[in-house]
């Protein structure tokens, strides 16, 4: 499981290169846990929908290129 404190921390990679819109700040975190059965395994981002995958020992992979896009 991903520590609170260390979750305020991460960003989606996607959102933060993009031009600013809105005047987010990085100091908001817009990664929200997903939950399944066994463990976690995503942190999605609540404003593009993209969901980064979290592996076994709980390291979330926040790679654009690793993203499972929103469906359409």
Not at 17 to 34: G, H, I, M, Y
Not at 38 to 53: I, M, V
Request: charged letters at 20%; one cysteine or more.
């Amino acid at each position: 499981m991903i520590d609170a404190e260390f979750l305020k921390m991460l960003a989606c990679p996607f959102c933060v290169t993009r031009p600013v819109k809105n005047q987010r700040t990085l100091a908001s975190s817009d990664l929200v846990p997903v939950p399944s059965l066994e463990q976690l395994k995503f942190l999605k981002c609540a404003d593009c929908g993209r969901s980064y995958p979290v592996d076994e020992q709980g390291v979330p992979h926040l790679l654009i290129d690793a993203a499972v896009l929103p469906q359409a």
